[in-house]
């Protein structure tokens, strides 16, 4: 229990570091290529962000999507991609090499979509190189370069104010 307190406030420490060094710089690059963060223990359509996908004209082969649970390895077989606690180390530190790579992607967007206060997924947000980050309202708000206040049940409602905002950026290629 004493570890897992340390781990924790470990991790925390790593992640306020990442966002104090974070330096935001939002230009009018189109937007291209899409990361997708999500809590698999609070979502359980993921096909809904094809749709997002498709709807802000990104290629399927520009997306990927990672998945991560609080439960160790029994939701795998819902999931092909999904990373728990045990992929990173009690300092912050990516020991899967995979999660490693899809945080390294220099995404024109990625959208955290949870709303969960788990450390692990702040973390994964705060290592994303991606160049502009939206997310859901957070208890942190430096996580996310655009905050949309919705619930997980609206995602229709996230999927047209993501369009909106983003439209209003000029990140949405005209086609």
Partial sequence: MILKGFREKSIKKRINKLLSERYVNV??????????????????????????????KV????????????????????????????????NGLIKNSELQTFLDTKFDVLISYYEA?????????????????????QADERLNDLIIKTSLTEFNVFKNEIFKYLTILNKIKNE
């Fill in 59 to 90: 290629l399927p082969n520009r997306l990927k999507i990672i998945a991560f649970s609080s439960n160790k390895k029994e939701t795998l077989k819902s999931w092909d991609i999904c990373y728990n606690p045990d992929d990173i180390a009690w």
């Fill in 117 to 137: 206060d788990i450390t692990e997924l702040k973390l994964f947000t705060a290592l994303s190189k991606a160049q502009f980050k939206v997310g859901m309202l």
């Fill in 27 to 56: 230009s009018d690059n189109k937007v291209e290529s899409l990361g997708i963060i999500f809590n698999l223990d609070e979502v359980n359509d993921f096909e809904q962000f094809n749709t997002l996908s498709s709807y802000l």
